[in-house]
């Protein structure tokens, strides 16, 4: 049980997204199959997969977040690979200088990153994306007892985001030249958010 | 799926290897990261122009690469936009010191990552402008969608900015011209058949032997709606009126007519189909003043068809008629 | 039958009249009978070329009538040659007082047909000339058979034979540059689907899903056998190996490459032919100056390629480099 | 019974003749789909069709010979076309001048018909082709003793030679390119020359 988030635990933590999103690989496409163009999954995976290539060992946080951010940006394309290339590179700035992150410190840098991805693709919360998934989940952060605890509410609050994406008429990307269709299936980008922060969830508790 | 490549994870390399085996005296192809530059880039003293987008749609942008037309292109995975670290080797590769225009078809992630790759570039000191383009009507626009999608304007306003370009307009000139463009062309598309990704191995929807999907998109986006297949004089009007609905237009306006094929559709029903648009446009008291027939921006090997209009000026027609000599598309030198 | 089409008797018709809307500046539509000439027939002193054989071959012929190729193109139905009438109005009419020639695709009917119009056309005191192209090495040539198909050379003899023209050739020495072009050059296909005539309504034949026709002919004929679908690359060596057994070549000849796609096959898989096919010609010490690579020749939407090689003379460098303006070949101009 | 072809009666034959086209397209096509390229049937009744509608009321036997062959020519496209056109045309040559035809004198026309068409094809017996019915034709019109003896003899003798073609491998036409393939399948021209020399003998037996 951690109460601090250094590069050894953060390190885990891609490794287990990684390992998360590859065996997920399918199911993320399809879900984006359904209601966009089947590549998301596909398009993580590779993402992924180079991240854990590249990643060797950064000296803080920021150089592993602003490492993982340009590796996503580099790799995976589409409109995903912006945007959680943005999450990670703000995450970097916010988290510059520290050596480790405590439950406060990591509600400031992911509260920072996902206002990247939100400046970066202006999507507001129902609009059936990722986002449905990461603002719950950094309001879930603030104020909670200890680091696990706050990670597993986060990690609870993203996945009750994610499925809350079902009802929803998409606003942004692809899933939005849908209009009514889209109603009745899960958000892909918002489930790749929960898978991503579950696996962090796991490797600090 | 019965395709001549060797694995999927190898054809977009394998494609750009050949491109440059085949025009080598047009073009350059650059790996790691991908892009297409023309043979003489960087171009002194001139706008460059960059586009590119998911692979899939050839010849659209690789093909759309040298003098009169296109700087750089930068190729995707197959239907998946590419990165920024392309867009701004590109960029960087092409600028003659006179600016670089991004030429950006409206998809999500074909926006955002021209939008980070300019941002780096400025960041370099690199004079960039994007002009985004949103022609097809059969996605509404509004507030609340990601817009309309970027279709067969695309490789008009390509054409037409490089001729600008050539003859030596400056970068905020082009751009505006390529908004102008923009504004004045609408296009709509239907399907016979989907398409198969490489990667995924099986096609990508399922229409049935009667059908054809009305409005669809150059990634096997579903449409407006399933439909009875109808004869091509049916069709030609079925593309045409939600057109010209859209497209501001006056009688006696000049417009280009791009007759688009998908892939898999022949040239010679490209010309049915042509024959029927043409009579449209002229019933509507437009001269059609210039016109492009065939295969220029697919969906792999879909049996489809798109049509654009674009109401022209003077100027668009000086730079439409300019010289361009690409893989795709040459005339004049 | 999934086609844009009205019906199917009125598809060459109503093909013929979209291109004529679509290309008023390039060619002439001729009806009843049908032929398609170039807009300024006929030029004075000039050699006239011309061409023609069944429809659903496009753009050929009638894409590549124009300055600097052909004359004058005959359109015959769907994959049926055309009538000698067609060939001896085209005749008449591009006739500039120093000849036409005859370019004819070695079959039965497409040879009949034009040489009753070549008798027709001496008796009217026309002089003509005619050269038959058979460059396709899927077809084993005796004096038992009707000889090899003309495929591939036909439209790079079009081409290098319309620049000799343009430049002042008599008739004798532009029927002699075609007799030495269809020498030079020797083409092999294949195909991954057949194709629907219009009129037939169903497939011209099936194939298995695993499936691949090798050496397949233009018109869905049989080819050499019915094989396991391959690798790209080594698809491009079956296709190779044959071309290069049969054409006389020495190390250091230069050659051009034409990668042709027969209707349904995306440009993106031609590249991949393509890069291949251009290594093999390489490690065979041969030197590719020139290339071609589209849907020049199609079989409707049959999805397959053909590859056609020809050995380069100076000489033929120089007339395929010389300008042509035609709706699907255009450079220099 | 007649024993002179004059113009009513060759237009009575062509009138069959056309008929059974019509009627024996499909048979025809599927023939051709066989060991060609499947377009024989559509081919011969698109070009009587147009007989048909050109034929008028020609001056004598030449004249009607000569519309028939010139019409052929200009409409029917493809192999059969020109051959066809031409077996007419050269009739019209030896034609020229008589108003009727005996038994002798049809031998002598048809005779020089089918030389024409063997110029023009340059086919051989043997080679499975058109020429396969029209050689016996010729030959059984020799020495029959009334005019529609000598027409009936021909009719047969033209459907034997068809049927024969099947075990023959083709050396002309599109079906050469098939080699051994086309054994087993009777060659679509030399069952519609059978056809027209059955209708000639229907109309004037
Ligand atoms: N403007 C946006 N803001 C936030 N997230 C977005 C936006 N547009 C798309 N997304 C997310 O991206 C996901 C799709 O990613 P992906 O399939 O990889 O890209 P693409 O749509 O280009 O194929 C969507 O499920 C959605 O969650
Ligand atoms: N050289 C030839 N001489 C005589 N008859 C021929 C020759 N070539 C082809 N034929 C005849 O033509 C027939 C095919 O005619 P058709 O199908 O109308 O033309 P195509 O082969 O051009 O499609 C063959 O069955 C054969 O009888
Ligand atoms: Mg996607
Ligand atoms: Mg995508
Ligand atoms: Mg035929
Ligand atoms: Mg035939």
Redesign the pocket.
């Known amino acids: 049980m951690a109460d601090q988030l250094d590069v050894p635990l953060l390190t885990a933590w891609l490794g287990r997204a990684a390992a998360a999103i590859e065996a997920q690989q399918g199911h993320l496409s399809d879900?984006?199959a359904a209601i966009?163009?089947g590549?998301?999954g596909a398009?993580?995976a590779r993402g992924f997969k180079a991240v854990m290539a590249k990643l060797g060992t950064p000296a803080d946080p920021a150089a592993l977040f602003r490492t993982v951010g340009m590796t996503l940006i580099g790799t995976?394309?589409?409109?995903?690979?912006p945007?959680y290339g943005t999450l990670f590179v703000e995450m970097a700035k916010a988290a510059a200088g520290r050596a480790t992150l405590d439950a406060a410190g990591w509600h400031g840098v992911l509260a920072a990153g996902v206002a990247g991805?939100?400046a970066?693709?202006?999507?507001a919360p129902g609009?059936?994306?990722?986002?449905d998934a990461l603002t719950p989940a950094v309001a879930a952060l603030e104020g909670a007892a200890s680091l696990p605890e706050a990670l597993a509410r986060a990690a609870t609050a993203a996945r009750a985001g994610a499925e809350a994406t079902a009802p929803l008429v998409a606003r942004?990307?692809?899933?939005s030249y849908l209009g009514e269709r889209a109603i009745g299936h899960v958000?892909?980008?918002?489930t790749s958010?929960a898978m991503l922060l579950a696996a962090l969830a796991e490797a600090a508790g | 799926m019965k395709k001549f490549i060797n694995a999927p994870e190898n054809v977009v390399a394998e494609a750009l290897a050949g491109m440059a085996a085949a025009h080598p005296g047009l073009i350059r192809v650059h790996t790691d990261p991908d892009f297409i530059t023309r043979a003489d880039a960087p171009v002194r003293g001139k706008v460059a122009l960059v586009s590119g987008g998911g692979s899939g749609h050839e010849p659209m942008h690789g093909g759309f690469v040298g003098r009169g037309m296109l700087d750089a292109a930068c190729p995707g995975a197959v239907f998946?936009?590419p990165t920024p670290d392309q867009m701004l080797a590109a960029t960087r590769a092409v600028d003659g010191g006179a600016g670089v225009l991004h030429i950006v078809k409206n998809?999500?992630?074909d926006v955002?990552n021209f939008e980070m790759a300019a941002d780096l570039a400025k960041e370099e000191g690199l004079d960039v402008a994007a002009v985004v383009i949103d022609d097809d009507v059969a996605v509404q626009d509004s507030l609340y969608t990601?817009g309309r999608r970027g279709v067969g304007a695309t490789i008009l306003a390509e054409k037409i900015c490089g001729g600008a370009a050539e003859a030596g307009a400056d970068l905020a000139t082009v751009a505006a011209l390529c908004r102008e463009v923009n504004g004045a062309a609408r296009s709509m598309g239907v399907a016979l058949s989907p398409c198969t990704v490489p990667h995924a191995g099986k096609p990508s929807f399922t229409l049935g032997e009667g059908e054809m999907e009305y409005g669809i998109g150059i990634h096997g986006e579903p449409g407006r709606k399933r439909i009875p297949i109808e004869p091509a004089d049916r069709v030609a009007e079925m593309l045409m009126e939600p057109i010209l609905a859209d497209l501001p237009f006056r009688q006696g306006d000049k417009v280009l007519l791009f007759v688009n094929g998908l892939g898999g559709t022949p040239l010679v029903e490209l010309y049915i189909l042509y024959r029927k648009a043409e009579e449209i446009a002229r019933s509507h008291g437009l001269t059609v003043a210039r016109s492009l027939v065939g295969p220029y921006m697919t969906s792999l090997e879909m049996a489809g068809t798109s049509i654009t209009l674009l109401r022209l000026t003077d100027d668009m027609i000086r730079h439409w008629d300019a010289p361009v000599v690409t893989p795709a598309l040459r005339w004049g030198a």
């Open positions: 879900l984006d966009g163009d590549d998301h398009n993580l995976v394309g589409g409109a995903s690979g945007l991805v939100v970066r693709g202006k999507a609009d059936k994306t990722m986002i942004k990307g692809r899933a958000d892909p980008g918002a958010s | 998946t936009s998809y999500t992630g955002l990601a």
